[in-house]
Structure formats: C-alpha cells, structure tokens
C-alpha cells in the first residue's frame, strides 16, 4: 500500500485542514481511500492571496533558477515513481505500469520546462529611426488558475504548472474531485525541493463547479488553465469574458482512426490498442470512430479482434492487468448507453458482452457497422469500446473523420508517404499521428482545433500563455 500524502489543502507553504471532508475512493471497489480536506471559499480566497503575494519575488528570481527547482523536483518525481504511481493507480483505477509510464510523463514537463525557464527569449526588433531601440521582454502573467481532471492526475497538472513555474507564474490549482491524492503528493515533493511558499497552491474540493468557478472569478488570477469537458470549458470562457483573464482550454475530443488501404495492418493494430485502450479508453486523445478503407476492412477488423480478444480486465494493482476499471459509475452508464443505442441502431457486436452496468470492468468491445446516426459516433466514449465504419476511399474517409464537432486529434494509418502528407493536412485536428497511435511527448505541442479547445501546452509553444509580451522603445539620442 503506497502512502498517503497529508489530505488537506495546501495553502503558502502550509498544510490547512477544513472543516470539512471528503472521501476519495478506489474506482474498483469504492473503497474509501482517505478523507480530504473540501476547500471552501475561504481556502480558495486564501490560496490566490498567496498566490499573488508570491508573485512579485517569484517574477524575479532569474530563469535558470526558476529552472532549477522545476528540474530537482522532476528528479524527486522520479526517484519516487513507484509511490507516486501506486497512489494514482488507488484513486485512479488504472494499471500500475500505465501509473508509472504517467509519473514519467508528468516528471517530463517539468524536466522539459525547466530547459524553457532558461530559454525565455525576448527580441530586439529593428527600428525605422536610428534614434531608437526597439526591445521586446517577457513577463509572466500573474498568478494563475490551474483545474485539472482526474484522467491523468498527475500529467494534466504538471503540464500546466512546469509552463506556468517556468515563465514565472504563481498558481493556484484544483485537483479534480475524485483524484486529488495526486495533486497533494506532487506539492509535498514541491516542498522538499524549496520551492518558496505560495507559489504552489492546492485546494481540493468535492465540489468542482463551485470552488473552481470561485478560483476562476478571482479578480488577482490573470490566467486560467482548463482542461476537462468542453461545455465546463465554455462557461469558463464566457466567465473568463467578464474580467478578460487569458484562457487556454484542452477540451474534449472524438478522434477518427483511418487506416487507409496501403496501411501495415500489424501496425495499425498496435497503434490501435495504444490509441484505444490507454486508460481503458478514458483519455481525450482516445481514438474514437474507427474509419477504415474498405478493400482491407475485412482483414484490419480479424486482426484487430484479435488483438483486444487478449487484453485483459481488473484490479490496476494486479501486474497481469491491462485496462482498470471506469472511474466511476456514471462513466460505465455511459457506456451502456452508447452501445445499446449502437446495437439498436443495428451495429454488429464482434467482440465483447454489451456491459449490464452492474460492474466497473469492461473488457473490450468491438462493434461494426457504425453509422453517424448512432450517438457513439457523436460522443466522446471514454470507456474500451471500438466503433468501426468502412469508407470506399480516402476522399469518404476524411470527411467522415470531419464529421465532427471536435479536432483534438486524429490517426492516420498507411504506407504512402504522399497520402500521409495530404490526410494529415485535410484532417481537421490540432494533432496528427502518422502510423503512431501515441503522440502526446513534452517537446510538441498538444491541443486542439474547432471544440476542442484553444491553446497548445508543452513544446517552445507551451510557455506563450503564461507570459504577456512587453515591448520597449528606447530613445538612445
Ligand atoms: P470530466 O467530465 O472529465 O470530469 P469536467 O469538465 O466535469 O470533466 O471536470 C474537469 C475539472 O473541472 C475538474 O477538476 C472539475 O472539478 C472542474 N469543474 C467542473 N465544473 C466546473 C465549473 N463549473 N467551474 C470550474 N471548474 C469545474
């Protein structure tokens, strides 16, 4: 059993119990797993006070010592990587080998922005009067609002804190509700590492809408990192409007999967299990509508069975599991409904029972004959179910690919390197793999297009949103 980090907020440095709790529960069991602190308004109003307090000094201090202390405290993540895995995989569900790969990941921002704390630029522009100067600086925007989901509890936050510690930013943070173990492991690591007091600042709360919505109205926070579902994203937009706080939004997403009819099928297949079954499937960048071309439809689908046939379902602590269960019941009520509205809709069951909702484990489903009638291909899954639909060509397979409100990310399987370059480039996605059914990585730029948000986090890109630029003309004469 990995240790529990102290359940309270953590406010300036300190450790600030509430009067009241919640429990956190192990998805598999709802075991309860500890009582937390519920941040309330006055948590919430004293953590942007600290926030903004800390602002100034952090400000200050030099880049590559702000990229100091975001690399010391990835190395702490990593030299405590089975801990820190161990308790997501508690609050989480998800297999501990998933856990660590996530604490790898997470510790990876840090790493990365740590090398951007150093390369900060500004520019000098050449001016039309020889009397001038032109410069342009970079200043952080202030403190900041961070709200993060409980998918990836620790990779979401650390995504946007190494960004936003780098460019000199203070933030507050609200764990999401069912995975704020996370969030308060990662802040105790931050303490060790010396990191000044309110420049890290959690409250956790039972109660999302209405601590994260406080956090975000706060007049001193100037910015406000969301990742989460798109209709919370659109209020947060509209309420960031009243006070014209800087937003960035990672939102949800339907990712098409073409496998094309020159693609390496073994290829495809395991790009397949990656993009699909991650989390079993809880993930924005899923792939979620499976469009294959016809010709090799037949063959992608056998082998693809397969390879899902073999996966299999529990406990995240048991090493042999690969998919976890659903975070909580609403998730599996969801994906009762999306696969009985697909069967009713006439789809064909190839793999897998239709779940009763009487468990959290699903093992994988396989469903063919997917039409756009069917609400599965309108809505973002999050659970371990294919949907697979046959396009006669490329042309068809893109526009069915489009035939959606969101643009995260999209795959795309085939041997044609020209094919490769003109389906990417009509794809309408913030990101797109090519024969890679993974391409979340620190140094490239994540986000999406249309509803899934705007913003990009990591990459060179990824420390824009939390700096304003100032330009400077000087009269040197
Ligand atoms: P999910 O469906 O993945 O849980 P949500 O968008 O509901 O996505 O939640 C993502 C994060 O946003 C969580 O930390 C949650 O507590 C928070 N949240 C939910 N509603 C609001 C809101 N109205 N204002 C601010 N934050 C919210």
Redesign the pocket.
Known sequence: MSELPPCDAFIDGRWVAGSRRFTVRDPFDDAPIAEVTDGDDAHVDAAVAAAARAFPAWKRRPGPERGKLLGQLAARMLSAERRLAELCTRENGKPVTEAIAEVRYAASFLAWFAGEAERSYGETVPATHPTQRLTVIREPVGPCAL????NFPYAMLTRKLGAALAAGCTVVA????KTPLSALALAQLAETVGIPAGVINIVPSAD??RI??RL?GAPAIRKIS?T??TA?GM??MKNAAADLKRISLELGGNAPFLVLADADLDAAVAGALVAKFRNTGQSCVAANRFIVEAPIAEAFTAKLCAAAARLTVGRGSDPDVDLGPLIDDAGVAKVVRLVADAIARGAKLLLGTPPSGTTRLIAPIVLAGVTPQMQLWREEIFGPVIALRTAADEAEAIAQANDTEYGLVAYVFTRDGARQQRVAEALEAGMVGINEGLVSTAQAPFGGVKHSGLGREGSRHGIDDYTNLKYLATRIA
């Open positions: 709200i993060t989901p409980w609200k764990p999401a509700e999302g809408a994260g919505g975000c969301f989460g579902s919370v209020i947060l």
